[in-house]
């Protein structure tokens, strides 16, 4: 062939290279503006986990030494440790209640307030109030609030004729309290995605529902939750490693008292590492938390093809 | 390969590059030709590093540095009223030595403990550290701290002026390491308006366990008559070295043996004292249910819905601000064993990886001098460390009679701590929980919690001994 292709053309290899020169530079200016977070999270994030995960084979009591102990922090951990079986169940069950009332009722609440209607603003902001609070100025109040025999909320109760429960004071209810006080304290946020995601429907999709006569319900169940899926699952996903997280209200609210009631896995690798001086226990629990976290991610990942629709 | 072989040990460590930081600091210094030979600064951090006694050759202090020097000073503060008194009980320092920096850290609650041992994990130990009797083992047991014995050697410094069982509190293996500011027995703060108003009569010096629990009945009773309870006869601490072992004591029982090398709490005294206090919520409910935590229980009398709390003379301070009623002192009550109460407070001390420590040393002097602690005393925020300074304790009011606290460390012996002594109050906190909830019997209670305590007395015994 004696006409030559368009990529040999001199002009062009000239040109191909200048490209890919310029991109070359433009990924170096790139990753220039990305170092500081890049450093930020290799130094302060990266490096400290690993170092946690050697840790975790290691007897270490933070002023006199560490021995190597292999596997032993994570059997005693899993087989032995009567506390953190106690401290998981608690965190399981913080995580489910928490993570399906928060949600649905932020979804409930972004409902109701996307639409036009007098002060519609006022009330977004008084939901997400909670959210930009301080989690321990709040928890102070709650803890005032719950108080059995001196708090607001038993004495409306009583107003009411209604039991006094012991909302702090028995091993039943903290936990509850807990979830309680968190869903009022971060429904505002995940209202706000939800609202965010509301907004983006295509409002034809409902023009079309109506003029086949479809109803206020059959509009939710077929436009809109699956219109919102990819914000669900997004919020779902966060939601749930956040939770498994849980610490600062119990420190504040019972000291995860009484008798671990309300003690968390994040509130006993505090303990055990920060109070008890055993570092290499409590990075252990850690690890296994991240394991935790890690596979429940994977599997909801894995999920989101049966119930997330992207369009 | 033994394990002992295998240990990564931070003493090593820090002693190298202490002890090369020290010559780097010595060359610099002698090129400048300051001749700094006297200069406790660099003659005293690699000593520091290697021993435990840093001044041990000396035979007289040496003359203080002129040099600029900065002390890091961490401390409790749970307000900034008290952040301010206790940047005041500084500003003496600050005059005697013009060329010492002091910078203080102030922290509230167990924050303080956890960011202390939390420094002391990276190898950062403030100089001047708030040295609590209940985490002495535990921390002189970790070589957190430098014994002072050296310096009071040296010095001939009086100690006979601080309590004895303050300074036992204190000390670690009968070494001294921290210089008491306050030290304190629990007393019974009283709401003398909730008396008055029910007509019962004061606690008295004598008074017994059988008079308590009939004063804390009379005290509960249903004000408004809608059929609930909603005035109380006494609150309790809820954490176990505050709330249950003068109890404890005074019924003849104990938690560990007077040689601190077993657990000693399965004993039918022990279990009957627990029971006592947590049949005052359970079975007489002259005690209202609150949540666990360091305040509750305060907060629950400045409530001013109940009658009683227990805790240590410190609390002056807090009840002035707080408690919007009429309150004193009484003694407590006398169990079957007399009235046995225990003895706790703070000190300052040296923090193990001083590079000053004889500027150090001078702070916890002149912070426990007797014009210091005297203004202490007239605060309110302790009742003092020396007694010479105790009088002073007894010019403010309320409580109407301050004189309580000094009656009752009289009857007062140190409380007992372990090198476990974090783990061991966790443990037992939960314990007395479940009592106190009444979801078991305190002698069901001390016989489950024996094999966790004989593990942790196990281990303190291998930490002490090391």
Known sequence: ?311 | MSPEDKRLNRRDFLRTTLGAGALVAGSAALAACASPAASPASTAAPKAAETAKPVAAATQAPAPSKQPVELSWIWTSNTAEEQKFWEGQAAGFRTKYPNVTVKPQFLGGNDLYNKIQTLASGGTIPDIIFWNGSRVQSWASRKMALSLEPFIKRDNFDLADFDPQISKALSYKGELYGLAYDYGAPVVAFNMDLFDATGVPYPTADWTWADFLAIAQKLTKDTNGDGKTDQWGFVNHTDFFRGFVSWIWSNGGDYVNDDITKCVLDSPETAEAIQFVADLRVKHKVNPPIETGYTSGAEAFYSGKVGMYIDGPWMALNNRAKAKFNWDFALIPKGKAGRKNWISGTGYAIGRTTKYPEEAWAFCKELTSVETLSALATAGRGFPGRKSASNSYLKVKPPVHPEVAIEAVKSATYQKTTATFQEMNNVLNKAVDRVMLGEIKAAQMVKDVMPEMDDLMKKHLQLINA
């Open chain 1, 1 to 311: 062939m004696a006409t030559p292709s368009l990529t040999t053309s001199p002009d062009m290899a000239v040109a191909q290279e200048h490209r890919g020169r310029r991109r070359g530079r433009e990924t170096r200016a790139a990753l220039l503006f990305l170092m500081p977070n890049i450093i930020g999270f290799v130094v302060f994030t990266s490096l400290p986990v690993l170092a946690a995960f050697v840790l975790s084979f290691l007897d270490w009591d933070f002023m006199l030494g560490a021995n190597f102990v292999g596997l032993d922090n994570y059997r005693q951990l899993i087989f032995q440790d009567r506390t953190f079986h106690k401290v998981l169940g608690n965190t399981a069950f913080y995580v489910v209640l928490n993570v399906a009332g928060n949600i649905s009722l932020a979804l409930l609440l972004a409902l109701a307030l996307n639409r036009k209607m007098r002060g519609v603003l006022v009330y977004r902001t008084v939901f997400f109030l909670p959210v930009v609070s301080t989690m321990v100025a709040v928890a102070v109040v709650w803890r005032w609030m719950y108080s059995t025999e001196f708090g607001l909320i038993n004495f409306f109760l009583d107003m009411f004729g209604l039991a006094k429960v012991p909302w702090l004071t028995s091993t039943e209810y903290p936990m509850l309290a807990i979830i309680i006080m968190s869903i009022w304290k971060g429904v505002g946020y995940n209202m706000v995605i939800f609202l965010a995601g509301l907004q983006g429907i295509p409002t034809h999709l409902y023009e079309a529902a109506s003029i086949d006569g479809a109803g206020g319900w059959r509009k939710f169940w077929s436009i809109t939750l699956p219109m919102l899926s990819p914000t669900t699952f997004f919020v779902v996903v966060m939601a749930v490693i956040h939770s498994f997280q849980v610490f600062d209200q119990a420190m504040i609210m019972t000291e995860g008292g009484p008798a671990d009631a309300t003690n968390t896995i994040v509130l006993y690798i505090y303990q055990t590492g920060f109070q008890f001086f055993k570092m290499g226990y409590a990075a252990a629990i850690a690890w296994f938390l991240f394991a935790l976290i890690f596979i429940f991610t994977i599997v909801q990942w894995r999920l989101q093809g049966e119930w997330v629709h992207y369009e």
